[in-house]
């Protein structure tokens, strides 16, 4: 069953808001004090109302870190009647601004906007204290982190499309993710199927077999992948999904030893009994 819940966001109003304190925090401990932080499109009506050193951070795009997109929903937790709940991962958005400094005098300029390379290149990661609004509190699955001086396109096309004077700027981009409240409730986990063949013509005899899937968890309660597990009594294998998950197909019923090893040479082993509740191997 799915459901949807979409929460408040305000993460765009939030960054600007943490943005425009770290700069100001950080400028005044340099001796730039009285400068404003807008987030405005930098054009030549906006420029020509200036009265002070500003410094102008203009969100120009917005889009989906597509290297970043997962596929897989991510379960969370059983419920209490034994199904499984899983949520939809959030869509990873790069946040792209163009940093322009503001003052009377072309050497003034100069150094206010290399102080603010300085400083957005000093945070490569903005410090959880830092935060303002809905990101603080863990609300984002990620460290929030930043990049400057890797522009995107054309510089003269943006400054034609805002109706601007040409002038230097910096690129600033900052990732963030995005929730959408998607869950859905799915029915228990599977874990042994059983199927029994007998032949008509022949005495009646009956031939069961059955499959059984299992779980590699580090010790942390972490799924861990590529982990090649084998049942040695019968020559079977198999080898662990991104889930932690592994299966094995037509095995009679019985208790089998299970052996796992993973890339890095860490092992487990435990007793698989058919049919049962499956396996669960932690690798340590």
């Known amino acids: 069953m799915l459901t949807i819940n979409v929460p408040l966001n305000t993460m765009l109003a939030d960054l600007d808001e943490t943005l425009r304190d770290l700069l100001k925090d950080e400028l005044e401990r340099h001796g730039f004090e009285g400068v404003d932080i807008e987030f405005d499109a930098p054009s030549r009506d906006w420029s020509g109302q200036l009265s002070k050193p500003t410094v102008n ?10 290297n970043l997109r997962a596929s897989e929903w991510t379960p969370t937790q059983n419920s209490s009647n034994g199904r499984r709940v899983e949520i939809r991962p959030p869509m990873v958005m790069e946040c792209s601004y163009a940093v322009t400094a503001w003052t009377q005098a072309v050497e003034d300029e100069h150094r206010l906007l290399s102080q603010v390379l300085a400083i957005l290149f000093a945070f490569p990661q903005l410090p959880e204290e830092r935060l303002n609004g809905r990101l603080t509190g863990g ?4 460290p ?3 990049r400057i001086g890797q522009g995107k396109g054309e510089k003269s096309d943006f400054w034609s499309a805002v109706g601007g004077q040409y002038k230097v700027s910096l690129d600033y981009v900052v990732r963030l993710a995005v929730e959408s409240g998607a869950r859905r409730e799915r029915g228990p986990e599977v874990r042994t199927q059983t199927i029994r063949t007998s032949l008509t013509d022949a005495p009646r005899t009956v031939l069961e077999m059955h499959r059984s899937t299992g779980r590699v968890k580090d010790e942390q309660g972490n799924p861990v992948s590529d982990v090649w597990v084998t049942l040695p009594d019968l020559g079977a294998w198999a080898s662990s999904t991104p889930q932690g998950t592994f299966r094995f197909d037509r095995l009679p019923p019985g208790l089998h030893r299970v052996l796992a090893r993973a890339a890095d040479g860490r092992e487990a082993d435990a007793l698989l009994q058919v049919p049962g509740p499956g396996a669960d191997l932690v690798i340590s």
């Open 139 to 142: 609300s984002q699955p990620w």
């Open 57 to 66: 951070l203009f969100l120009y795009d917005l889009r989906e870190a597509e």
């Open 144 to 146: 929030i982190k930043g």
